[in-house]
């Protein structure tokens, strides 16, 4: 991605990122997911499901956000991405 892409990028998110080190800890909903499956194999499946899967965020200060699963990606070595959505923007997390 050249630096002309990285700015469109950054000029068409609603919030600016900041960088944030700090532990978190995601709650999910314990309710079971059923969704239409899209296919299969031997190492996996993939499904669709027609909700959101509502999660609670605590950030270390103690601050709670509720908010919603967007995307899980595996980043190897057995490490997983979680993308939250907050239900509201939580100005109050970032100074």
């Known amino acids: 991605m050249s ?3 990285d700015n469109v990028t950054l ?7 900041i960088d944030f080190a700090d ?3 995601v709650d ?8 239409s ?4 194999s031997a ?4 499904l669709t499901i027609d909700k959101a899967i509502e999660v609670n965020v ?7 956000v509720r908010g919603e699963l967007v995307r899980a990606e595996s980043m190897g070595d057995g490490r997983t991405g979680l993308a939250i959505r907050f239900e509201e923007p939580s100005a ?3 100074d």
């Open 92 to 94: 109050g997390l970032v």
């Open 11 to 17: 000029e068409m998110r609603e919030h600016e990122r």
């Open 3 to 5: 630096q002309d892409d």
């Open 58 to 64: 605590k950030i270390q200060d103690g601050s709670t």
């Open 43 to 46: 190492q996996g499946v993939y």
């Open 37 to 40: 499956g899209e296919n299969i």
């Open 23 to 25: 532990p978190v800890t």
């Open 28 to 35: 999910f909903d314990a309710t079971p997911i059923t969704g």
